[in-house]
């Protein structure tokens, strides 16, 4: 038995040494230190997903900021195309302004507008008097009312002053347009008969208590329908007149607009 042992002893320490060069083979491999516990591998996935999140984020802030790079350059494209076109069609009805201007009759056609339209504007000022009169007019005839066999009968009164006014207006401007401005002497003294007579019904019983301020009131009116009647005359025998050359010129220059100082030279010989 006492034998035995050391052939044990010696078996086991040659197993040791056996297990210990089988360790030192291994045992500094960087697996051994580099391998990752199980939290370790959860962290590690953690972290993973929350780079992908974070980088999926950034790209799809980076896929907007596209789009949106892309729409101001498409907006600012379609204003740019919008401002060219609207200068266009400014320049172009620049050039058609200035033709009609350059045009003899477009001129014409003009000046035919604003006769039109400063003879109707006159015309509405001379009505909007003789409304005013006639009321007036109405009140100092038949202060009673209705009772008064005069209320309504005194509108005649100024109705057949207003006649007389209306066709010495409308009488003058068509004569006007053919060259007829004889017996001016007479439809100017018919209008100052006739302006007296509205002036003096309508302020004839303030002059009667001599309360002038109130007779200068109520002729105001009157006095504007005779201001526009003297605006009216001259105003359509000017117009007629230029209305007149401009035919002439372009019975002689049916192409060529007259010139600025021709019609500055011609204003002055008239």
């Known amino acids: 038995m006492p034998e035995e042992h050391p052939f044990d002893d010696v078996t086991q320490l040659a197993q040791r040494v056996e297990r210990a060069r089988g360790r030192m083979a291994y045992q500094f491999d960087p697996a051994l230190t580099e391998v990752l516990a199980e939290d370790e591998l959860e962290a590690e996935r953690e972290l993973a997903e929350r780079i992908r999140t974070q980088d999926r984020g950034q790209r799809w802030k980076y896929a907007q900021a596209v789009s949106a790079a892309a729409d101001r350059a498409r907006q600012t494209k379609e204003a740019i195309e919008k401002a060219d076109i609207r200068d266009l069609l400014m320049a172009r009805k620049a050039i058609a302004s200035q033709r009609r201007e350059s045009s003899p009759h477009a ?12 003879l109707r504007a006159l015309a509405g000022v001379v009505i909007a008097g003789m409304l005013w009169s006639a009321v ?80 200068g009131v109520h002729a105001v009116a009157p006095m504007m329908i005779g201001v526009a009647l003297l605006t009216h005359n001259a105003a359509s ?8 050359r401009a035919t002439e010129h372009i019975r002689e220059n049916p192409d060529r607009p007259r010139p600025m100082h021709d019609t500055l030279l011609g204003a002055q010989r008239g």
């Open 107 to 118: 001129q014409l056609a003009s000046l035919y507008r604003h006769r039109a339209w400063s």
């Open 136 to 215: 007036n007019v109405q009140h100092n005839i038949a202060p009673d009312g209705v009772t008064d066999p005069l209320y309504w009968f005194s509108y005649l009164v100024e109705a057949m002053i207003s006649v007389c006014l209306v066709i010495i207006m409308i009488g003058t401007t068509k004569l006007a347009e053919w060259g007829v401005l004889n017996s001016r002497t007479q439809v100017v003294t018919a209008e100052i008969v006739l302006l007296a007579l509205t002036v003096g019904l309508n302020t004839y019983p303030h002059v009667r208590d001599a309360r002038w301020f109130d007779a």
């Open 237 to 244: 025998a000017r117009y007629s007149q230029a209305i007149t």
